[in-house]
Each structure stands twice: as C-alpha cells, then as structure tokens.
C-alpha cells in the first residue's frame, strides 16, 4: 500500500451574496507522496509523470513551473519561512486527464522529519495563466480537523473583491478527505466551496474507473468556471479590474489553528 491514492468524490461551490449561484459537480483528485511518483510511474500504466497517460503529473504544472525539483522547493519555501521540513511531501490535485489539466486550488500536506505536519501550502491558480501560494503553519498536535485562515491577496475571479478572507477546514486524507474554503468580507460569508471524497488504491483498474464515473474532472471544472462566471456576469454582476499580481509567490500566515 502506498501513501497516495485516489479521492473520488463531489465539489460544491455556493456563491452566496450578492447574486446567489450554486454548482456542484463530481471529480477525482489524487494525493501523490513526491517520494513515491518515480514508483507509481513504473508500476501503473494508465499514470505517468512528465508524459502523455490517462492520468499524469507533470513537476511544471505547480509552484514556480519550471519543473525544477518539487521537494526541493518545497524545503526552500519551509526555511524561508522558517519551519521545519524533512519529512513526507504529499499534494491533493486534480491530475492531468489525456495530458490536460486545470487546478483552481492543489493542497499540499508538508510534514517534519517525524511525520508530524509542518504546514500545509495552498497553491491556488486562476484562469489568467497565474499562481500564487498561501503557506500556513500547523499548529502542534495530531487534530482530525485543521482550521486555517488567511487574508486573499492575488486575484481569482473577476466577480470577487480583492479585500476578503480565506477560511479553510481540512480534514487531511485518510479514508476519506474533505478541503472546505468559506471566503468572508466584513459583512459575512460572500462564497462557500468544498471538496469531500473516498479514498482508493492507486491502481489501473481504479483509475479507469475515477475516469469514467467522474467526467467533470480537469478540463471540465475549468468549463464549469466559465460557465459560472457567464451566469454572473447575466445576472448583473460588475466585474472587478485585476490588480498587479503579489510580489513574492508565496505568503505566509503567521499561525494556524487546528482542532481535535
């Protein structure tokens, strides 16, 4: 048995004032240990790393995007910030489908040397071809539940203030794994999103069938943005000017919060 797998499962997605829009749609996303990729590579014929498959990872597609070693940025961003790294690098991600691919949020679990979680790093991209990550600390402790928060400051959707912020509730991947975002203004919740899903093993036979039952997967959640941002646009709302993007790539929240 290895540590990644498969996450089959629902995302919702509420857009709650001031034009209500709700969607809610079936995907896979796949936790892929960094340590293990090379393996699962070897072994599965309908996953690949770096080339054309069913289903695939490609080192390019996340942080700076060059596709230099994804661990050792990691460690980098952990020092700067001046955390502990070391140990197990694990990232929860829609993979590329027939060699596309769109992540809208891919999280990554940064653990110590011990095992225990370090951080967790909340690489979000939006439709205009940029990414920016929000690193937070975990606080000490084995929690079933993390809670999270951080103030927004790159730009998602042309529909959404830049003054909001993020609260997110994690429950890491076991059996099962659930990634909540509520974004808030100083009035209340604006917009409630979540993925919850069951775990499988990596396998052919799985990843076939993650591919058949979930077609929204990939490039589909990236038709269904399009498709929202059309319905608020319809309904009247005004779209708001993107600013510069941030200027480091990645910013950190001072501390997190978790809960047992």
Known sequence: ????????????????????????????????????????????????????????FTPRDHLDHTGRD???QVEAILADAGLEGGGPVRLLAMPRILGGVFNPLTVWFLHRRDGALSAVLYEVRNTFGESHSYLIPAAPGDAEVLSQSIDKGFYVSP???????????????????AVSINVSDGE??????????????????NLLSAWLRNPMTSLGVLAAIHWEALWMWLKGEPIRQRPPPPATPVTLAPAAVQEA
């Open 188 to 205: 209340g919740p604006v917009l409630a999103a979540a993925f919850s899903g069951e775990r499988r093993e990596m396998t052919d036979a």
């Open 1 to 56: 048995m290895t540590a990644s797998g498969i996450y089959a499962g629902v995302v919702t997605h509420a857009r709650l004032r001031p034009r209500p829009h709700r969607l809610r749609y079936r995907i896979f996303m796949l936790l892929l240990d960094l340590d293990e990729l090379q393996g699962l590579d070897a072994r599965l014929r309908r996953f690949a790393v770096g080339r054309f498959a069913l289903t695939g």
């Open 70 to 72: 994804l661990r050792g």
């Open 159 to 177: 529909f959404m203030d830049m003054d909001l912020t993020y609260a997110f509730r994690i429950r890491p991947p076991g059996e099962k794994v």
